[in-house]
């Protein structure tokens, strides 16, 4: 059973580009969830996702950030018009059930804005 | 506010040593805390603690919960250098959120 699954592991924008992150779920999993480690900081919650639907998305900046988890297909979040301050870690995870359940985390994708 | 806070933010101490991380937390309406191990990829679950003074064990790592404190700890006895890493608390909080702490950065010198 493959894990979660991010990808690009490394993506490099230039200032005004759009990056698009992508995460798979474990399989079986319907829960997603997004977090950014900012350097130095602990990880952030932004966004909870179910299949077409967002369930949360009070950790989400309200501009510039959307994310999406279609009924076929990775989740996606996406990030347009990217500024330096958007460099970070961003880590996927997804659970079978409620939060209280284990969260298991895919790799991450490192964001580098230049 | 809900926080998570954990102490210290960073520990430096050598092979065979032991350590005892700290997290203390204030999350309305508890239910469980849980350790994550994070090197330089994706945090890896360690621990949930759900009650109090109920050890839990994994090989040279162990942790506990003071839910009338509001503290966990997380030791390490005979630490190796690969213990080395970010160790994150979590408090799950509300129905769909995880709030983490900043961590405590661990590095054992052989």
């Known amino acids: 059973n493959a894990g979660v699954m991010q990808n690009p592991r490394h993506l490099v924008r230039r200032r005004g580009q759009e990056a698009r992150l992508r995460c798979s779920p474990m399989k079986g999993h319907s829960h997603v969830y997004w977090y950014r480690q900012l350097p130095e900081e602990g990880l952030k919650f932004m966004v909870y996702l179910q299949k077409e639907n967002i369930i949360d998305e009070s950790g989400m900046p309200k501009e510039r950030f959307s994310a999406e988890f279609p009924k076929e297909g990775p989740s996606i979040l996406r990030i347009q018009q990217v500024v330096r301050g958007d460099s970070a870690a961003y880590f996927c995870?997804?659970?079978?059930?409620?939060?209280?359940?284990?969260?298991?985390f895919g790799p991450g994708t490192r964001l580098t804005v230049t | 506010e809900d926080k998570v806070v954990q102490s210290p933010l960073s520990l430096v101490v050598h092979e065979g040593d032991t350590v005892t991380l700290n997290c203390s937390y204030e999350?309305?309406?508890?239910?469980?805390l849980l350790w994550y191990k994070q090197e330089k990829k994706a945090p890896t679950f360690l621990f949930m603690l759900t009650s109090s003074g109920i050890e839990k064990k994994s090989g040279r790592l162990s942790s506990i919960l003071d839910k009338k404190e509001l503290f966990s700890i997380l030791n390490i006895t005979a630490t190796q250098t690969g213990d080395s890493a970010v160790y994150l608390c979590?408090?799950?909080?509300?129905?769909?959120?995880?709030?983490f702490g900043k961590g405590t950065r661990l590095h054992i010198l052989p």
């Open positions: 999350v309305t309406n508890f239910r469980s």
């Open positions: 995870a997804s659970s079978p059930v409620e939060i209280q359940g284990q969260q298991y």
């Open positions: 979590a408090v799950p909080w509300g129905d769909d959120k995880i709030i």
